[in-house]
Each structure stands twice: as structure tokens, then as C-alpha cells.
């Protein structure tokens, strides 16, 4: 399962989602619950939250940690062989 999450209004997350079409949930996280505990809140407030992927096996443990602010393709790329390696077992 795919879940975005952010700071960002769940308005926000509407226009965004329709935008794009996307197939799954943007979840938000005002209070910045979820951020914190990830550790994706930048330390000087000026900048945005950190984009970072997270892939989280059915057994909640954390199996990839993806992060990329400037090598988008990349990301993306790291992303797809961490979900191939995680549903293969490797």
C-alpha cells in the first residue's frame, strides 16, 4: 500500500491528488506527528520537511529509506528496485 504524508492542508491533498491522478491516499499531518517520528522535519523552519521514501515491510519494519532532493530519477529508480527486492524476498 502507497500513503503520502505531509504537512499540508487535506485540501491541499485534494488539489494535489486530482492533479495527478494519483491512486492512493495523501494523508495530513498537521501537528507533524509523523514527521517527527520519521525524522524528516529540516532543522531551519524556513525550508520545507525532508522528501524522503519510506518502505515499510507487513511486519512494520522499516526495509528502505529513500532520500533524494535534487536526483529525482533516481528516487524514483532506488524506490522501484527497494519494492522488487522486498516482494522477492531479497
Known amino acids: 500500500m502507497i500513503v503520502g504524508i505531509s504537512a499540508d492542508s487535506v485540501e491541499s491533498h485534494r488539489r494535489f491528488r486530482e492533479s495527478l491522478s494519483l491512486p492512493y491516499p495523501l494523508l495530513s499531518d498537521p501537528e507533524k506527528t509523523v514527521i517527527r517520528l520519521y525524522d524528516v522535519k529540516r532543522r531551519l523552519s524556513v525550508l520545507t520537511n525532508k522528501?524522503?521514501?519510506?518502505?515499510?515491510?507487513?511486519?512494520?519494519?522499516?526495509?528502505?529509506?529513500?532520500?533524494?532532493?535534487?536526483?529525482?530519477?533516481?528516487?524514483?529508480?532506488d524506490v522501484l528496485e527497494g519494492l522488487k527486492a522486498l516482494s522477492t524476498g531479497g
Open 51 to 77: 522528501r524522503v521514501t519510506y518502505i515499510v515491510s507487513k511486519t512494520g519494519a522499516i526495509s528502505g529509506v529513500y532520500h533524494h532532493e535534487i536526483a529525482f530519477g533516481q528516487h524514483k529508480n
